[in-house]
């Protein structure tokens, strides 16, 4: 079992940087972690994703280049590192591990995933 708190999340105005943290616990060694995000009325959609050695990560295109996915696994804990906020971005933001080395991008191939954190950027 892996229990996944996240924390972090805020109102912000567009531009602003805000920095998710996920505390994870139980059998973490050699899972893939990633960030989903919901919006209201919309599905859920890939964010980030990193590997177990954190040398491979992935990003949705509409995050590259503003998001930075990075883990410390002296604290067993998986960041996201939100900058150039924009009003899109605002979703629940959800914390999700793998049973793989490596991330992937597909929802339902993470097998733990933590209770979400609010995030709201206004104009």
């Known amino acids: 079992q892996v229990q996944l708190v996240e924390s972090g999340g805020g109102m912000v105005q567009a531009g602003d940087s805000l920095r998710l943290s996920c505390a994870a616990s139980?059998?973490?060694?050699?899972?893939?972690m990633g960030w989903f995000r919901q919006a209201p009325g919309k599905e859920y959609e890939f964010v980030a994703g990193?590997?177990?050695?954190?040398?491979?990560?992935d990003y949705a295109d509409s995050v590259k280049g503003r998001f930075t996915i990075s883990r410390d696994h002296a604290k067993n804990t998986v960041s996201l590192q939100m900058n150039s906020l924009k009003v899109e971005d605002t979703a629940v933001y959800y914390c999700a591990a793998r049973g793989d080395l490596h991330p992937t991008r597909r929802r339902y191939e993470y097998d733990y995933w933590g209770q979400g954190t609010q995030v709201t950027v206004s104009s």
């Open positions: 990193i590997s177990w050695g954190g040398d491979n990560t």
């Open positions: 139980g059998r973490t060694n050699g899972r893939a």
